[in-house]
């Protein structure tokens, strides 16, 4: 073994080339419809999947930082001095086609029409030494058709984010695009971040990402009918041909001798897979539209992402989400409905294919819950399975057909764990990590010590409520939900009438931020001896149902490989990007290295444990 990664290694030495040398094969403007007018206005841009753009130069580019290991996907050496004026749009790569690519979405349910790159852009497609070809782009380069009243640009404090997230989520084996290399500038753009007033200037920076393809859910909308809600359509809604070419050049490239029925159920099989892996590592995506959504079942477009800590199904890392669409807990059935709009997409183009696409979309549920439970089924040690390696389409190699059912006593199990998670408030990495601390006594101490205080349960919940915002005054509302003939078309859930449906959501938002006041007045009032006490006595009754569960041999060593003992805390996040913005690099250089072993201790990271008072967390 240790003879073949030497020769691996040299190879991939050998295999080492400059940015200048690259060779692009762009496929996808050469088999997709592409609006060559270069006109960077906004605009609606009919009859294509692609526009010609043109790089806008940043002032001064260098590195911040790169990935290495993504950069060998391109067979780049991070040494080449290239990579500043070349990666951050600055300076044309040979052969490469900078291009925004069109695709429309359902945003927060709504649909929005067009909305496509507005801040990144297409460099072209480069197949590497092993023969795997990767698509390139640049986020935050500038202007493009799609930028609406955006300036095309990104700044350090979000690219930063996407960049380090990516990276750490490859190693906690989550499908995911990869991101390159992280370039500030000297230029500066004004953003408000909290959307406050308070805006201030912010460093354009630019990030690289690499994938497969970065098609989506979303690019299959352009040809979208007008919506009876919001009134828009898709902007090649009358030219069909588009979404046929594009569903052709998608399953020849990427779903090669499947039949569009086939392509469809291997999409709903990856996403399905994908938001299991979320789930299962506690993390949030945030922003979960149509327009967001890998046909290939990877994660992208990292925005207002967040990593649980105390466990919460309602967590809401987004603040704009102000109606908690996608929740943690929501994150499977909202993955569901985008796959809805997808097959709408795919009916508009295949009429004759409607039932059985209907049909392969409702083997979602059972698919998710299959990946969902054997994943947690393993990280507590009652089913034998080691960490997959991710393939780059989604589901990991070896894996690609969906897990038998699991016993309903490991389903249970997973259910009751979770449960006293949320009863207790506890962080979710942490408690999974404590499964492998040992005796009973060793793992109640661990259990304990990873629930949150009352004070911190307080903060969390409060965060949470002020996050969910109603479309009427809290009287007004009680007002309507007291009229007779309202209550009666609420309580009957076969009426889907828009009007009916939006108070309904607003009545369940009131509903739930009563439970949450009462929750956070609660919190303060306990002091820490006596949640204590109760968490106890909570885990000490899980510990009785889970010792007596038949663990797997070898249940212990598993759990420790699948169960990571450090992930982006959001708090640790800020700080790194606080320094950044500084001109201090080092905390992101030691965390970038820090990512790569998620499932090993290290001594650093009994400074990023706790989180220190007054922390401030900005998405």
């Known amino acids: 073994k240790a003879t073949v990664s030497v020769l691996y290694w040299v190879m991939r030495r050998m295999a080492k ?177 909290q959307y406050d007033g308070n805006a201030k200037m912010e460093t354009c920076s630019v990030i690289t990402r690499i994938a497969p393809t970065f098609l989506r859910f979303g690019s299959f909308e352009i040809c979208k009918k007008r919506d009876p809600e919001t009134m828009k359509a898709g902007p090649s809604v009358e030219q069909p041909e588009i979404l046929s070419k594009l569903i052709e050049f998608a399953r020849e490239s990427f779903f090669t001798s499947c039949s569009v029925l086939q392509m469809y159920e291997k999409i709903v099989q990856s996403t399905a897979y994908l938001v299991a892996r979320w789930q299962c590592v506690g993390w949030c995506h945030g922003v979960l539209n149509t327009d967001n959504m890998s046909i290939l079942g990877i994660t992208i477009d990292y925005g207002p992402y967040g990593f649980l800590e105390g466990y919460d199904e309602g967590y809401i890392c987004n603040a704009s989400d102000t109606s908690g669409r996608y929740t943690y807990g929501e994150q499977p059935k909202k993955c569901k409905w985008n796959l809805m709009k997808l097959k709408e997409s795919l009916t508009l183009a295949h009429p004759e294919m409607q039932s059985e696409l209907e049909k392969t979309l409702e ?58 998670m949320g009863d207790t408030y506890s962080d979710f990495t942490d408690s999974f990590r404590s499964l492998s601390a040992g005796s009973n006594d060793e793992m109640l101490t661990r259990l304990v010590e990873a629930s949150l205080s009352p004070s911190a349960v307080a903060e969390a919940l409060l965060v949470r409520a002020r996050s969910t915002k109603l479309m009427f005054e809290p009287s007004q509302l009680q007002m309507i939900l007291s009229m007779p003939h309202m209550q009666a078309q609420l309580s009957d859930l076969s009426n889907h009438d828009p009007k009916i449906e939006v108070i309904r959501d607003e009545a369940n938002k009131l509903y739930m931020l009563s439970d949450l006041v009462e929750s956070i007045e609660g919190y303060k009032k306990q002091n820490a001896d006596e949640k204590k006490k109760i968490d106890t006595g909570k885990w000490a009754s899980f510990l009785e149902q889970y010792s007596k569960a038949k663990k797997i041999d070898g249940h212990v060593a598993q759990m420790e490989g699948l169960n990571p003992c450090f992930i982006l805390r959001q708090w640790v996040l800020q700080d790194i990007i606080a320094k950044a913005e500084k001109g201090d690099n080092r905390p992101l250089e030691e965390m970038l290295e820090r990512v790569k072993t998620p499932f090993t201790p290290s001594p650093v990271d009994e400074k990023y444990r706790a989180k220190p008072d007054g922390a401030v967390v900005v998405t």
């Open 363 to 420: 083997k979602y549920t059972e698919t998710y819950e299959r990946f969902y439970y054997n994943m947690m089924g393993r990280k507590m040690g009652l089913i034998v399975g080691t960490q997959q390696d991710v393939h780059e389409t989604g589901l990991p190699a070896g894996e690609n057909t969906v897990p038998d059912e699991v016993p309903n006593e490991v389903r249970e199990m997973v259910d009751s764990f979770n449960k006293t």
């Open 17 to 193: 080339r400059s940015l200048e040398a690259l060779v692009f094969d762009n496929t996808a403007l050469k088999g997709l419809p592409v609006d060559e007018s270069k006109v960077m206005s906004q605009r609606e841009v009919r009859g294509a999947c692609f526009s010609l753009v043109e790089l806008t130069p940043l002032t001064n580019p260098r590195t911040v930082a790169v990935s290495k290991e993504a950069l060998a996907l391109l067979d780049i050496d991070e040494t080449d001095n290239s990579i500043a004026a070349s990666l951050s749009g600055s300076k044309l790569i040979p052969g490469s086609q900078p291009a925004a690519h069109c695709y429309c979405g359902h945003q927060f349910g709504n649909f929005a029409g067009q909305l496509g790159d507005g801040a990144t852009m297409y460099l072209g497609e480069i197949t590497n030494a092993s023969g795997a070809k990767w698509e390139l782009q640049i986020k935050g380069g500038g202007k493009t058709p799609y930028s609406r009243q955006g300036d095309g640009r990104k700044v350090l404090r979000s690219s930063l984010r996407e960049f380090l997230c990516s990276e750490a989520m490859y190693y906690l084996n989550v499908p995911t695009t990869r991101s390159a290399s992280l370039i500030a500038s000297d230029d500066k753009v004004v953003r408000d971040i």
